[in-house]
């Protein structure tokens, strides 16, 4: 850009210069030209020095020469620029200078052209007033951008901070449940059948290591100093949910269709979440034997449904259930839970299409 808008300089003081009477254009014109478009090829890095260099080639062109091409305008663009940083002051203060040198330049018009010498001073101050607004409003525009880029930043760190709150609690409940009920196992057979109560224990173990490892994952995106993050749960982890389930003694059957590659990492969190989430729920509230898991994958949506033989639990709904539900609705989806004939039912429709990443 600085390339053009330099050639574009060029040319335009050359062709302002030859329509304004001029007839030896290598004689001083051609060369300025070239020396302001020069300059403008490091406007960006020094726009004060930048400024300074055009203004004086201005004036040595026109005390060495008579030209009626005028004297702000062709530092058009290193005005805007350095009028742009924070040397504003300065950059009003070398304009006026040079207005006013102008205006005692083109004095002589007073006695054969009067208006013409108003228009001229007049059209000179208004160019430069005009040019020092337009930097200043530039400046402002790239300093309301950059704020609004901080400002989505932060609320993209805050909504990445309460996603992970939702995947530790997640995470907290699955484990607390499953590894609750083997505890439990082990309690009740650890005089009478003590191998059993040593696979609970191990089972429960084998369960809080995986919490672990997951919960340190996550708890580094918390970090002000983190990396990045683990591997994020996925379809494929459906199967660890489901048999951690059935250890912990509730009779899971899982049941797919469709094509779950078509499923976008971010709906196959939600889905893994909602699972976990569920049978969560199913083993520490339901008093449930029986637990069904059906998952559709469709072109558009994923439909999944948890349903059990409980009775859904007693009081208001826990965190979990509004973590699942505002997981669902942040990617347009519908999450339900109720009681239906002969038990309990989760039900989430996840949109898929034009979601793919």
């Known amino acids: 850009m600085d390339v053009g808008l330099a050639a ?5 003081f050359v062709a302002v210069a030859l329509a304004t009477g001029v007839r030896s254009p290598w004689q001083g014109v051609i060369p300025l030209a070239l020396f302001l478009g020069a300059l403008l090829l490091v406007r960006r890095r020094l726009p004060m020095t930048v400024l300074l260099l055009s203004v004086a080639g201005i004036f040595v062109y026109h005390l060495t020469s008579f030209s009626p091409a005028g004297w702000i305008w062709p530092a058009s663009a290193a005005y805007f620029t350095a009028a742009a940083t924070r040397h504003v002051r300065w950059v009003a203060v070398v304009g006026l200078a040079q207005l006013a040198y102008s205006a005692i330049d083109f004095r002589f018009a007073l006695e054969t052209n009067p208006s013409r010498y108003v228009f001229h ?3 000179e101050g ?15 525009s790239v300093r309301s951008r950059e704020r609004l880029r901080e400002s989505d930043a932060r609320v993209r760190v805050a909504e990445e901070r309460l996603r992970v709150s939702h995947e530790v609690h997640d995470i907290v409940a699955h484990t607390l449940a499953v590894v609750g009920v083997q505890l439990n196992v082990a309690a009740d057979t650890l005089k009478e059948e003590p191998a059993e109560a040593a696979a609970a224990l191990r089972l429960a173990q084998d369960v809080r290591n995986r919490a672990m490892a997951d919960l340190t994952s996550l708890i580094d995106v918390l970090r002000d100093d983190h990396g990045g993050t683990g591997p994020q749960p996925d379809l494929g982890s459906l199967g660890t949910l489901v048999a951690d389930a059935r ?11 469709g094509d779950p590659g078509r ?8 889905v893994h979440r909602v699972v976990q989430e569920a049978l969560a729920n199913t083993l520490k509230h339901a008093r449930a034997a029986k637990a069904e898991v059906k998952i559709r994958y469709g072109p558009r949506s994923v439909t999944v449904e948890v349903t ?14 509004t973590g699942m539900r505002e997981r669902v609705d942040a990617l347009g989806g519908v999450l339900t839970a109720g009681p239906v004939p002969g038990g309990f039912s ?3 429709d996840i949109p898929v ?5």
């Open 8 to 12: 574009v300089a060029v040319v335009l």
């Open 121 to 123: 001073v007049a059209g």
């Open 126 to 140: 208004l160019l430069l007033a005009i040019l020092v607004v337009a930097g200043l409003t530039y400046a402002a």
């Open 247 to 257: 250890a912990a003694g509730l009779d899971v059957t899982l049941d797919e269709d």
């Open 263 to 270: 499923v976008p990492a971010v709906a196959a969190i939600a």
């Open 308 to 321: 059990d033989d409980g009775d859904g639990g007693a009081g208001p709904p826990g965190h979990g259930l």
């Open 346 to 348: 989760v039900r989430a």
């Open 353 to 357: 299409a034009g979601s793919m990443v």
